[in-house]
């Protein structure tokens, strides 16, 4: 998955962005993050449209980085897990 660090302060986005929301700065590097690890976990059975009746919302955690993804299956906190994108939803197995 890739990653978008702001070479004027240093915060990170995980989606490419026009300019930095915090300090202003159009200059982006880029880096890539391979693996995350699952700091909380949320079984949902109310779902969007489109969506498999139930699936699990992760909280994972790389660093200072912390993201939001969806997995079919679950997966316990402190566990290891590769990020992937679906269709702009990160999604990790
Ligand atoms: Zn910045």
């Known amino acids: 998955m890739r990653l978008y660090i702001c070479t004027k302060c240093g915060k990170k ?6 300019f930095c929301p915090s300090c202003l700065s159009e200059d982006f590097s880029e880096s890539s993050i391979n693996g995350a690890t699952v700091s909380d976990r949320v079984q949902l059975f109310a779902t969007p449209a489109k969506f498999p009746e139930s699936y699990y ?37």
């Open 13 to 18: 986005f995980v989606e490419e962005r026009l």
């Open 57 to 93: 919302v992760l909280l994972l955690s790389n660093g200072e980085l912390k993201i939001f993804c969806r997995s079919d299956t679950d997966i316990k906190e402190g566990m290891k897990v590769r990020l992937d994108m679906e269709d702009s939803q990160h999604r990790c197995r």
